[in-house]
């Protein structure tokens, strides 16, 4: 009883002292409770999915997975046609004994609290491959790769999704085979990483996706070199969790259609050697970043921020 009346005093005099006035978006403080839901780990066994506040903040048994796919691999998987937490601000500081504490030491637990609630709404997973066959002879093995993240509930198995899919095509220049694009073709996100809240009646996140290829060779004279050959960004705003919907690219013939058919980047060079004697070796990476797009780590941060600089005023008001 007594730790609750220490948070509550201290809410109170955050409150008092103008925090009230720090808001995002469609998001402030006082709302920040009822915006944050559960966010226990499910098994997918029916359709639709569950409500979309049960399949964000997934992490539990993660395995992320970037495989390179060749152009059957890629249309059979995907199916695609190319060309030839109810947490509020007490649950966040519950279970520290506030006995011991002196009222300082509460306020900057407070505020550390509220800094690794905020990181939360911004997660990050990457994966990187080796392989010296990207390219054979100029010729490109693979049409691109899949980045898939598997999690707690989301695991592949027993009828249910991965917690997010991602392919991507390499898609070579038609008069020219020294240059390529990359080109999304598929992006599905089932469950998120980051922890994603309602605003506007929606859970809409923004997913990034960095991918860095890098190829390595010897030349004719046996000079090693090592060369960045692609490095791009995608960005995909307003990703709507609710609904997780499949979101394609696909060759109709004579176009490219759907969801992603602008989202392309390059152009980029492709391998420059082709003698069968000096082939080269590939390293892809790829990082995905999932930000929540509710503005409540906005929210979170500016309230941790404000604490931070108004700690003496807050233990002035709260101390007796």
Same mark, same amino acid.
């Given at each position: ?6 948070? =509550? ?10 925090? =009230? ?59 695609? =046609? ?15 004994? %506030? ?150 690219? %696909? ?33 892809? %990476?790829?990082?995905?970043?999932? =930000? ?13 921020? %404000? ?14």
């Amino acid at each position: 009883m007594e730790r609750q009346n220490m948070v =509550t005093k201290i809410a109170i005099a955050v409150i008092s002292l103008g925090i =009230t006035s720090v808001s995002s978006g469609n998001v402030s403080l006082i709302e920040y409770e009822s915006h944050v839901e559960s966010t226990t780990a499910v098994t997918l066994t029916d359709n639709p999915l569950p409500s979309a506040s049960r399949r964000n903040f997934i992490r539990a048994d993660e395995q992320v997975v970037l495989r390179m796919l060749t152009r059957d691999q890629m249309a059979k998987k995907y199916g695609i =046609t190319l060309p030839n937490a109810n947490e509020s601000l007490k649950s966040l500081v519950a279970g520290a004994d %506030f006995l011991s504490f002196g009222v300082g030491l509460v306020v900057d637990f407070i505020q550390a609290q509220l800094s690794r609630e905020a990181a939360k709404h911004t997660q990050q997973f990457k994966m990187f491959t080796y392989a010296d066959d990207f390219w054979v002879d100029g010729i490109p093995k693979y049409a691109g790769f899949e980045m898939v993240r598997y999690a707690k509930g989301f695991d592949g198995k027993n009828d249910t999704n991965p917690a997010f899919q991602y392919a991507c095509y390499f898609e070579p220049s038609e008069h020219d085979p020294r240059i390529f694009l990359m080109r999304a073709v598929y992006l599905k996100v089932d469950a998120s990483k980051a922890k994603v809240s309602t605003s506007g009646g929606k859970r809409n996140l923004t997913v990034q996706i960095n991918t860095v290829m890098e190829a390595a060779e010897f030349n004719s004279k046996n000079v090693f070199s090592k060369v960045v050959i692609a490095n791009d960004v995608f960005t995909f705003p307003g990703y709507n969790l609710d609904t997780s919907n499949e979101l394609k690219s %696909f060759w109709n013939g004579s176009e490219w259609k759907g969801d992603l058919s602008n989202h392309i980047a390059g152009y980029f060079r492709a391998p420059h050697w082709n003698s069968k004697q000096y082939g080269g070796a590939f390293k892809l %990476f790829v990082q995905v970043t999932e =930000t929540d797009e509710s503005r409540v780590q906005d929210v979170l941060n500016k309230v941790e921020g %404000f604490i931070g600089s108004n700690k003496d005023k807050i233990v002035e008001v709260v101390s007796p």
